[in-house]
């Protein structure tokens, strides 16, 4: 009885048994994994083309020229062959065909081919990109063989780190996938935790509560970190997710998921503490998340948004973590160089814990 | 049994809550390794008592020792030396016996192999069950091997057999028995007077916070008597509980 009490061990013991719950709870698993990871699967797939138009062409049009063997190499264009006419009338009304094309062998000796293009108003910006395209493909055709009478142009591309889908849409929902175990995690654990007496059980044991704060913590940001690890490595290994360092790039991504976890579970806190009851979790929570999810760059850059919604953008704490993340993954900056956004993170986070330290009930 | 060794001394304990007043300055003494039974109605102030005892709740006023240690200034020492089963308390979700029982061993900083203790109370079986699966008599015994794990002087059991069928009610009794014969002092609340009568050394009668008796069964029995009291009806020798009993049989169910 006279042997001293060991905090670490009840933290410890505390962090192993929560861990062990948060592994073998559903909501937990699919929002900190599988939401992200079917964002990432479906932006994975659907980036990489770029833009991509559809051209139709005429059925009675002529297919062995050298103005269709070119549109066939040009990897913008997608050229559907195997519709009628009516059903190619129907799409370029809807405006999900850009255009339609019928080449024809001209009757006289020049030119030698005749191609008529028919646009849509329903698809203005696609057709635009198309006549451009057109142009381009029918002057080097028609000057193949002419020398430049006033500048000849000569064409040629830096080549820079490509700049994927994936790099945009990874480090937003890495975000995320931080925010909502931070928030719903911490709100939902706390709460049933002391709806159920738990925790008044753990208080007839001699654990502090610091402890008991500390060993949910542990075992919370542990599950973060290894969801962030898992979708950072699904990323990179299967959609070419840039890390400009490798390892280092990684563990300072990990150093900000930890800070964005930290700073998020202080909500989690506040809402367990506000809560009436466990069916007043979600909105409460929902009203935290949803925000974030939509208006700090998670899918959109948030330059694209209007002016007067930037300023709001600009406030939330996802905003940052999301920015830094980005810096970090895909320019190769290090930590010190995301200090600003780290600030305004640790800001946030003071702010918000002394709400909980406030609202935050035991019993 | 020693009846000179006080364990635990309550003195004019009095709890005020916001509106009313739970307990209204009640004093007692429980004597080492007696099983002690606060009885009386719900809203009588008996887990708020037991609740303070227990370094839980705060008291308003009164003097209260824990094997010597004083509420007031040594409640982590206390919380080392007492198990304490909660009315309906839960435990932490997703996680089997055996798992909860190591949770418990790191809160209480002890060594215990979790398979021994569930063996204590028989539920070696379901060791990889989830609290939440077990029936009504298995969480009660459950709860009471998470109150034995620091091999505590006093245990606390809040209500321990409402809600079971008369087998696991039993069961416990046994239960409770052997936890007592081991050295261990057992304070309980409860609702059943057979169950007082049968396993409590003493009882203390608790009603609007204020305590209205305080002896054996027995002698409380006696007194009654002496005082002229007679039941209505011929007591027979047997009542329908034990012919519940004798029909359905006493054995260990895991019902």
Redo the contacts between chains.
């Keep these: 009885?006279n042997?001293s009490?060991?905090n670490t061990?009840?933290t410890?013991?505390?962090a192993?048994?929560?861990f062990?719950?948060i592994t073998?709870?559903p909501s937990a698993v699919v929002f900190t994994l599988a939401f992200p990871l079917i964002f990432i699967l479906v932006f994975g797939f659907l980036g990489g083309g770029g833009v991509k138009l559809d051209l139709a062409v005429a059925p009675e049009s002529d297919l062995q020229n050298p103005v269709i063997i070119a549109l066939q190499h040009t990897s913008v264009v997608h050229l559907i062959t195997d519709k009628n006419n009516a059903e190619i009338q129907q799409r370029l009304e809807k405006g999900t065909i850009a255009g339609v094309i019928d080449v024809r062998k001209n009757s006289i000796a020049e030119p030698a081919y005749l191609a008529n293009v028919k646009y849509t108003s329903a698809s203005m910006d696609k057709g635009n990109i198309l006549k451009s395209i057109l142009n381009n493909l029918m002057y080097t055709l028609n000057t193949k063989d002419l020398k430049p009478s006033v500048a000849e142009l000569k064409e040629s591309t830096v080549h820079g780190r490509t700049y994927r889908t994936i790099d945009f849409i990874l480090p937003g929902q890495l975000g995320f996938s931080l925010l909502s175990t931070g928030v719903f995690g911490t709100a939902f654990v706390f709460f049933?935790?002391r709806q159920?007496?738990?925790i008044?059980?753990?208080?007839?044991?001699?654990?502090k509560r610091s402890s008991i704060i500390l060993g949910e913590g542990l075992a919370r940001i542990g599950f973060a970190l290894i969801g962030a690890l898992f979708i950072i490595l699904i990323g990179h290994f299967l959609f070419h997710f840039t890390l400009v360092h490798g390892v280092t790039t990684v563990l300072n991504m990990l150093i900000l998921s930890t800070i964005g976890v930290i700073v998020f579970m202080g909500f989690g806190f506040v809402v367990s503490g506000i809560a009436k009851s466990e069916s007043t979790i979600p909105p409460i929570s929902n009203i935290i998340t949803l925000p974030q999810f939509l208006l700090s760059g998670t899918f959109f850059s948030i330059e694209n948004f209007p002016n007067w919604l930037q300023p709001i953008s600009r406030a939330l704490p996802l905003t940052y973590l999301n920015d830094a993340m980005r810096q970090v993954a895909f320019e190769g900056a290090g930590l010190w160089d995301v200090k600003q956004q780290i600030l305004i993170m640790v800001i946030w986070g003071i702010g918000i814990y002394a709400v909980a330290v406030k609202v935050f009930k035991w019993e | 049994m020693d009846k000179t060794n006080t364990i635990i001394s309550v003195r004019n304990l009095v709890k005020n809550y916001a509106d009313f007043t739970a307990v209204k300055g009640i004093s007692f003494d429980v004597y080492q390794n007696e099983i002690f039974g606060l009885l009386g109605p719900n809203g009588a102030g008996k887990t708020t008592t037991l609740e303070i005892i227990?370094?839980?709740r705060e008291k308003t006023s009164g003097e209260i020792t824990v094997d010597g240690l004083s509420v007031d200034k040594d409640a982590?020492e206390i919380?080392?030396?007492?198990g304490?089963q909660?009315q309906?308390?839960?435990?932490?979700?997703?996680?089997n016996l055996v798992?909860?029982m190591?949770?418990?061993?790191?809160?209480?900083?002890v060594n215990i192999k979790p398979m021994e203790m569930l063996e204590k109370v028989n539920l070696q079986d379901k060791a990889k069950a989830k609290f939440k699966a077990l029936s009504g008599g298995q969480k009660q015994r459950f709860s009471i091997a998470?109150t034995l794990l620091?091999s505590p002087k006093i245990i606390f059991l809040d209500e321990p057999t409402t809600g079971l069928d008369p087998q696991a009610r039993r069961n416990l009794w046994d239960l409770i028995i052997d936890i007592r014969n081991n050295g261990t002092t057992v304070v309980l609340t409860t609702h059943y007077m057979d169950e007082a009568e049968q396993l409590c050394d003493r009882v203390a009668f608790v009603e609007h916070g204020e305590i209205i008796a305080l002896d054996t069964p027995d002698n409380l029995i006696d007194q009654l008597i002496n005082s002229g009291f007679e039941r209505k009806k011929e007591v027979k020798k047997a009542n329908l509980e034990d012919v519940f009993i004798n029909l359905t049989g006493q054995e260990w169910r895991e019902g």
């Design positions: 009885m042997k009490y060991n061990k009840a410890l013991a505390l192993k048994a929560s062990r719950s073998r709870s049933s935790l159920t007496l738990v008044k059980r753990f208080f007839a044991t001699p654990v | 227990e370094t839980l982590n919380k080392r030396i007492i304490v909660l309906a308390a839960g435990y932490y979700p997703n996680l798992e909860l190591e949770l418990f061993a790191g809160l209480y900083g998470t620091n």
